[in-house]
């Protein structure tokens, strides 16, 4: 299937420098959209030894502010020898990190595939003939997609568009999208094979399809944001056990309506960083291009998901 693209209006970007509870509520207020319904807040709450995740402290106002739910899914892989008390590629070891890392005592947590998985259509069909998201997502009527910004070693960057496809796959979804539509079951054994994820651009496409399934769920019941969190940047994932030092400066948090537009401004605000004794995105960045990573974003304003056009609307200096 050849995607022709679809014209898109420029979009709005709030941004905040401050990164407290409070500019987090302030932000989500800014967009004009309340939570409604049975509100599911979408993030990683990290692998099991990642210091990077955006914490409890950070988020509380928010989840608070809106009655919501963390909701997670399982991963498709386990850490090596010696870090297995950290993988979440099992449900009864995903709730030890999520109450290691302090969400328990704080909120209502859901892991979204514990009991199983659905099927949800896909618009863009060139490698996924659906999207494999944790069943328990039919339970929520509205989400918030919480996404913290930072690198990831297969995607180059991790954002909103990865929260949404990858963050709300189950076990086997993750593999679906992972394999660019080949494996349809989660097999360890084969799934980090070339014969499975040699295809970067696909996966990526695929990344792109999988987030525009988990934004029609939402838009046909009581709708969707998005929030990027520019803190703790790594090259590496929260997913990472043990992700490379942060080279840059916390930055600060933008919102949109539209997923697209959000992660392309923080694609550009990394890369219009200057390289100083304390601000180094020259590793993120490489990153980002051996990965091919802004591709996912193209592909989403390919099919129709967003804009890559944006105007940044600065909330701290209506104050």
Not at 40 to 50: F, P, Q
Not at 94 to 104: A, D, M, P, Q
Not at 110 to 127: A, C, F, K, L, N
């Amino acid at each position: 299937m050849k995607n022709t693209p679809i014209e898109q209006k420029e979009a709005v970007v709030y941004l905040t420098k401050a990164i407290t509870p409070e500019s987090l509520v302030r932000i989500y207020k800014a967009l004009g959209v309340p939570a409604k319904g049975r509100v599911a807040v979408k993030m990683s709450t990290g692998e099991g030894s990642n210091p990077n995740y955006l914490k409890p402290e950070l988020i509380k106002n928010l989840v608070f502010e809106v009655d919501g739910t963390i909701v997670e899914c399982n991963t498709a892989y386990g850490n090596g020898p010696g870090d297995e008390q950290d993988n979440r590629d099992t449900s009864a070891n995903h709730w030890k990190v999520i109450e290691r890392h302090g969400f328990t005592p704080l909120f209502k947590v859901d892991i979204m595939d514990e009991e199983g998985e659905m099927r949800i259509p896909v618009q863009d069909s060139t490698h996924l003939k659906y999207d494999i998201v944790g069943g328990h997502i039919a339970n929520y009527d509205f989400m918030i997609a919480l996404n913290h910004f930072k690198g990831h070693p297969m995607g180059g960057y991790g954002g909103a568009l990865k929260n949404l496809s990858i963050g709300c796959a189950s076990s086997n979804g993750k593999a679906y999208i992972h394999s660019a539509g080949k494996m349809e079951v989660l097999d360890m054994a084969k799934l980090w094979t070339k014969e499975y994820i040699g295809n970067q651009d696909g996966f990526l496409e695929s990344m792109a399809a999988a987030a525009q399934a988990v934004v029609d769920y939402f838009q046909k019941k009581d709708g969707i944001i998005y929030i990027n969190v520019m803190n703790n940047m790594s090259i590496d994932c929260d997913c990472v056990d043990h992700p490379a030092p942060v080279k840059l400066e916390d930055y600060g948090i933008l919102a949109s309506t539209d997923p697209v537009a959000l992660d392309q401004a923080c694609v550009d605000i990394i890369n219009n960083q200057q390289v100083t004794a304390t601000n180094d995105p020259t590793d993120l960045l490489n990153r980002i291009d051996k990965q091919h990573g802004v591709h996912t974003i193209e592909h989403a304003e390919t099919i129709g998901l967003g804009s890559r056009k944006y105007t940044i609307v600065n909330i701290d200096e209506a104050e």
